[in-house]
């Protein structure tokens, strides 16, 4: 039986989820969250969608293990292959996923043109093509991103080597696009790289906010909200110090380790 005190689990292939981890901390300031980031395994939106779900379910998994009370899944590439799986295995747990944020950047310009930047995978399934339904004066442009995991992973999300792959994978698209919709948990951390190659006129939208207020709804509705906790454990399957420390400085707090 899950308690309020219980942590909710949050977890991505890597570090991208603490994108997600942020928009919960700032809706959710009084729970307690235990995050895993798989960063031995990623990225996962080159892989089959069988290898994702195995390793989304192995890692959702060894959380409901360790007690988490809900289960985000901070990862468009999981939520997009696993999410059927997940609900099935853990009957017991909240699980709460993202997207690509392509109806709430069509609601912003519904007649405009959209960028969706996202794995492979992601892309592959258009799961999240419905939500541009009711807007069929959008253009909605996708844009597989296949190696843009690796550079935020690689803690080079503000570099050269950010700028000079941006530049390459969206140069037809430079003052071409309205918006773009983040579509990969890891991309809130190459912003300024996307505004420099992009320019400053283009809005960008993720769904990390509209995760966090789902959670909250969630657990509202349970009955499981936490007010006095506020503790945040992380987690890896690579055992070096480096990717912790990674993790910290893109939450950009000195958290529990
Ligand atoms: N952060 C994951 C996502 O949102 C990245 C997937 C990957 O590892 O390729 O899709």
């Known amino acids: 039986m899950a308690k309020r005190t219980d942590p909710i689990g949050v977890f991505d292939s890597g570090v991208g989820g603490i994108s997600v981890l942020r928009a919960l901390l700032h809706k959710m300031p009084g729970e307690n969250y235990l995050y895993f980031g798989d960063s031995a395994n990623a990225p996962y939106g080159t892989r089959t969608a069988e ?3 195995a390793l989304a379910s ?8 360790q007690g988490v009370k809900a289960l985000v ?10 999410m059927e799986t997940l609900r099935k295995n853990h009957p017991e747990l909240i699980v709460v996923g993202i997207e690509p944020s392509v109806g709430l950047a069509a609601s ?8 969706v930047l996202a794995t492979p995978a992601t892309i592959a399934g258009r799961r999240f093509m419905y939500q541009a339904a009711p807007y069929p004066d959008a253009e909605i442009v996708l844009i597989p991103a296949p190696n843009l995991v690796e550079i935020v992973e690689a803690g080079k999300y503000d570099s050269q080597e950010a700028d000079d792959y ?7 698209y430079i003052g071409k696009l309205d918006a773009l919709v983040l579509g990969c948990t890891h991309y809130p951390f190459v912003e300024k790289a996307l505004h420099r190659v992009l320019g400053e006129q283009v ?3 993720d769904g990390s906010s509209i995760t966090a207020a789902e959670t909250y709804r969630q ?3 349970a009955d499981l909200l ?3 906790g506020g503790v945040v454990q992380m987690e890896n399957s690579l055992p070096d110090k480096e990717i912790l420390t990674l993790c910290m400085k893109l939450l950009g707090t000195k958290e529990d380790v």
């Open 226 to 228: 936490n007010e006095d």
């Open 108 to 115: 912003h310009y519904p007649k405009g043109r959209i960028g």
């Open 219 to 221: 657990l509202l509705e």
């Open 203 to 205: 809005a960008f939208f």
């Open 58 to 65: 192995s890692v959702a998994q060894r959380l409901s293990e």
């Open 166 to 172: 941006l530049g390459k994978l969206l140069h037809p």
């Open 51 to 53: 290898d994702v779900t």
């Open 73 to 82: 899944v901070a990862c468009n590439t999981s939520t997009s292959v696993a």
